[in-house]
Every structure is written in C-alpha cells, then in structure tokens.
C-alpha cells in the first residue's frame, strides 16, 4: 500500500515533485551514455575547485495595465526582473553577492503597444507586445526575459573561468562549465527500472548521466542528485536534477556531475531557514532577498507608475 506524505515545502511554493503528463515535453532520452548495464548509486567527487558562481532571477509585476483602444481594451503589465549571482569562495570561505542586473518591460497583448513614460533614471521600462491575446502571455514574455538574462550572466561568468551553477534548466548550449540545477520535477524522464535507482541515494550520491533530447538542438547530459537525507522524506525527498550541454565531452560531463553532486549538499537549505528546503539553496536564497531588495519597494514603484501614466493623460496628452 503506498504511503502518503506531507512535503516539507510551505504550501505556496506548490511542491517539488509534480507528477502532471501535460508538463512533460515529449524528448528522446539515451539511459547508457555512461553506464549501459544495472545502475547503482555513484558517488560524488570533491575536486578542490576554489570558487563556485551561483546565478538566479527574481522578477515581479509592478502593475497591470490596460490600454483602451478600439474595439475592446487591451491588456498589458509593468513587471520588473533583476538576476545576479553569489560567488562562493572557498579559500576564505566567503561568498559574496556580484554582477546584479534589473531590467524593467511593459508588455502588452495583441500585438499592441504605447511607451511608458519615464519615472526616474531607475524606474525605465522598454516596451513590447505579443500577438497573443491571452493574458498569460504576457507574463511568459516577462518571464523570458528573464530567463535569457539569466543565460547571459551564466554565460559571462562560465567564460570567465567560474565554474556556474543556475538555479533552472541551462538554457545557452554553449561548451562551458555551468550547470542548470532543477529543484522540482514535473516530467519523468527514466524508465521503470532506471528511476529505481533514484530512491537509493544518499546525499552526495548520484545516478550515472543520461541523455536528454537525443538527436535534437537542445541536448544537454543530466543525472539526478540527492542533496539532503531528510527523516521521515519518501523517496524522492531532497533530489534534484542537474544537467550540462552535450556539447561538452562525455567525461567532462561526468566530472561536472560528480563535483556538483559532492559540492551541493553543504550548501543545503534547512526548512527553518527557507520554506522550499532542502532544495533551495542557502546561496540562492540570500540571493534571491537581495535581488528582490533591488528591484526596489512594490509600494514605491506601483504609485510612481500610475502617477507617471496618469500625468499626461490629466493635461490633455494623447
């Protein structure tokens, strides 16, 4: 009989394993690209690296919009994202928030659009619109954005010789040492007798690579870690995802995993610390409050907006 549990994540952050058939994107998936007979648990691998850049974004609606045009209004939003990073040094040991990025977007639907006035130097946001008209939308665009922006920092930072980990799917398939970290899972990608294996781990202990998306323009190497031994978790509690671009060798793929499954444990949350512990990461989550800090006070920027919108409106400005 199967046994029921309660996730250790506050009900609001959803929870870390989603079993739903309509998330799972339909890839080719080659379970022998490291070990073709049983898998068993292996092991990670401490290498010694002296610095570790941990990326992520936070982003936020600043305000809806609507802007009234023939024949029905259309839908828009103000929303602002900021994405950084968290070196860890562990020579010193010290990390250190670095390379923190906002960017402001309006986006509206239907293909439609109108500047935004300026509020302040800090307060600027680029305009742009989607053909669709279905609000959400809008919000994947913002989303994006911030995603690609998260890309161009990871990437940045890899090519300046930081070994990355991204909070998120990789999403620059470039031959650099980053790795995309998923902390929740919504598409199963192994076999019956392949995902056994994934129960049996123990915090510093991963499943051999696999392959994602074999024969198309996103492949990427993956293998499934366990960062924390949590008491009284299912099977499943305290793993997550890593994955690298394919475009990397086999082997350098197999030494990331292994560095990335020995490194992250000590770096994991604790649920009287962060509501989705273990999974994310202490790094990220004191990213994540300065990021947020960032982007400025939500009172602040909602009343500066409508009163810049509504200025010119007031004074007879078409």
């Known amino acids: 009989m199967a046994q029921l549990f309660v996730e250790s994540w506050a009900p609001d952050y959803g929870s870390p394993f989603e079993s739903d058939a309509s998330l799972a994107q339909p890839e080719r998936v080659d379970e022998s690209v490291e070990v073709s007979g049983r898998w068993e648990p292996i092991a990670g691998v401490d290498d010694g690296i002296d610095k570790l850049a941990f990326v992520d974004g936070v982003r936020r609606v600043d305000a809806r919009l609507t802007l009234d045009a023939a024949p029905a209004p259309i839908p828009g939003i103000c929303g602002s994202y900021a994405v950084g990073a968290v070196v860890w040094d562990r020579t010193i040991p010290r990390s250190e928030v670095t390379d923190v990025r906002v960017g402001r977007l309006a986006v ?9 006035p300026v509020v302040s130097p800090e307060l600027s946001y680029r305009a742009e619109s989607v053909p669709d008209a279905d609000p959400a939308a809008l919000i994947t665009r913002f989303h994006g954005a911030m995603r690609r922006a998260e890309g161009e920092l990871s990437e940045e930072l890899a090519k300046g010789g930081l070994f990355v ?9 470039a031959a650099t040492d980053k790795v995309g970290f998923i902390k929740s899972h919504r598409a199963p990608y192994l076999s019956a007798d392949r995902s056994e294996v994934i129960g049996r781990l123990t915090s510093g202990e991963r499943t051999p690579l696999f392959l994602i998306g074999k024969g198309g323009a996103y492949e990427r190497y993956s293998w499934y870690f366990r960062i924390a031994d949590v008491a009284g978790g299912h099977s499943w509690t305290g793993v997550v995802r890593g994955e690298v671009s394919a475009a990397l060798e ?12 020995a490194l992250i444990p000590a770096v994991a949350s604790e649920s009287h610390i962060d509501p989705r512990a273990p999974q994310n990461l202490v790094p990220i989550g004191s990213l994540e409050r300065e ?6 006070d939500p009172g602040y920027v909602y ?7 509504m200025r010119p409106q007031a004074a007879g400005v078409v």
């Open 303 to 309: 009343r500066s907006l409508r009163s810049a919108i």
């Open 108 to 116: 509206f639907a239907e293909g439609q659009g109108a500047p935004i």
């Open 291 to 296: 990021l947020r800090r960032r982007l400025g």
């Open 165 to 173: 980990v991204s909070d998120g799917p990789i999403n620059d398939m």
């Open 250 to 261: 086999r082997s350098r793929a197999a030494a990331i995993a292994a560095r990335t499954t």
